[in-house]
């Protein structure tokens, strides 16, 4: 009998609506009010006016998730410690 690996087991898609959810309970028009936005909640620096938008709160949904694929495709879950533990995302993606 195997065992089974703990964490999130699923597509890439499905990873990003659950980081989506964790970081900002999935709304995409999310302003925390603590320098970080959207559904992935970038701040500016990171954000850095991506496709010509200066907020990611700002952006269409599929513009946060572009950059969200690119973030991830350059770091990994990295840039989102906290809801990767609590998800537990692995690394299995890039």
Known sequence: VGTKTAGFDGNFAEALAKLRSCEAGGNYARNSGNGYYGAYQYDISTWANYGGFSRP??????????????TY??????PWPGCTAKLGLQDIYR
């Open 57 to 70: 709160d700002l952006a269409p949904a599929a513009v946060q998730d572009q950059k969200a694929y690119e």
């Open 73 to 78: 495709k350059r770091r990994g879950w990295q």
